[in-house]
């Protein structure tokens, strides 16, 4: 049976608009880097030791969360450090990161982000909600069904083509999971493809850079996580460029309940941008 298409009943806009006021009070209550630092003990359902403002800010989520679950809504919630909450429906998930850009935020650098989608699926092609605030430029970008995206509230334009330099390379393309090994080793692919490289260090923020046109293609140099991804993904394509995933068969197939899974992200001003792109994750 396919997935629905329209937004499940509930307050998602408010929701994560209330979550991000209480992030932004979490972090700026944790003033210094020894605040930011400090963990909880704990080892979330991504891999990643817990922070306390990653474990504060998950909070704020939830009680937005508990409020919609209270109102009517049923849903399960998949998040980096609590894993898969059940609220009552298996089959509408509600994917967060509470933080993406967790190591920037550690280290008081602005980029990092609010990531939440909502899906009547198990895959990256069954969102069909996105939001992404991030949180140090204080940008909203929003996406859901049959609505395309915004920022800020206003609508996007569709995604402009690319630019390109007389020879053919992207002008500028964002990178991330780019540690310096990684980069190394997409080296070449990075020259032969790329006239310009930028990094944010939030997969979130950087994929909303290509819906608006600020950037000709993003691309993750190894695999990054379904918490990642989910909605950012989908504000790309709801503003009319392209997101892949690097698995098998349906590039949008890749789970979003999967906690241990990583597949590399290209998102593109279009499907020529992202051939560009996923050549330079192909390189070796």
Known sequence: MAAATELPEGDWLGACRRATEGIREVLAGAVTREERVRETGEVGEGGDHTLEIDR???????????????GGARFTAISEERGAVDYGDPGVLVV???????????????PASLSVAVATGPTMGDVVFGYVNDLGAGEE????????????????????????????????????????????????GLVEVVNRVRLFGSVAIACCQVAAGRADAMVSLVGCRA????????VVRAAGGVARFDVAGDPLAFPLADFDGRASL??????????????????R
Not at 56 to 70: Q, R, Y
Not at 96 to 110: F, H, T, V, Y
Not at 227 to 234: G, I, K, L, S, Y
């Open 56 to 70: 504060a800010a998950e909070d704020c989520v939830f009680a937005e969360l508990n409020a919609l679950h209270e």
């Open 96 to 110: 967060i990161d509470p933080i993406d850009g967790s190591l920037n935020a550690k280290r008081g650098l602005r």
């Open 141 to 188: 970008w929003t996406a859901a069904a049959g609505d395309g995206a915004r920022l800020n509230g206003e609508p996007l334009a569709p995604v402009l083509p690319e630019r390109r330099l007389p020879d053919g390379r992207l002008e500028v393309v964002l990178a991330e999971m780019a540690a310096p090994a990684h980069l190394a080793r997409r080296s070449d």
């Open 227 to 234: 918490v990642d991804a989910a909605a950012a993904q989908f």
């Open 266 to 283: 290209v998102a593109a001003a279009s499907e020529a941008a992202a051939d560009d792109a996923a050549r330079i994750i192909a390189a």
